[in-house]
């Protein structure tokens, strides 16, 4: 989400509420090691803490075959676990897909300029 201004407009609508302006401000670091996945399957949202799991929980919790998945809290304070368990969630989360699209927030005109 960080370093790519489509996910940071993505996890800021979907997760804070933002729009507008504001939702092309930079991510919240709590949401930095977020991943989402949308599917017409279901909706998958990986977290990188027990902590804004149960911050989120309200927020997204509601929402229909939403899988919310956390790392746990021993994998969250070791870096190197904690980007594994991001990774094999996503890779959970994408299995079953034929293809995946990510915004790579690049505007119609910058792409002619490529």
């Given at each position: 989400g960080k370093f790519n201004i489509g996910s940071t407009r993505a996890i800021n609508y979907v997760?804070?509420?933002?729009?507008?302006?504001?939702?092309?401000?930079?991510?919240n670091d709590e949401l930095e090691d977020t991943v989402l996945v949308i599917s017409a399957n279901g909706s998958f949202l990986h977290v990188g803490s027990s902590e804004l799991f149960w911050k989120l929980m309200p927020t997204v919790g509601p929402i229909g075959?939403?899988?919310?998945?956390a790392a746990?809290?021993?994998?969250?304070?070791?870096?190197?676990l904690s980007e594994e368990r991001?990774?094999?969630?996503f890779l959970e989360m994408v299995k079953d897909l034929r293809s995946v699209i990510v915004d790579l927030g690049i505007e119609t005109e910058q792409v002619a300029d490529l």
């Open positions: 997760l804070t509420g933002l729009s507008g302006r504001e939702i092309c401000q930079q991510i075959d939403l899988q919310l998945l746990v809290d021993d994998e969250a304070s070791d870096m190197d991001k990774i094999i969630h």
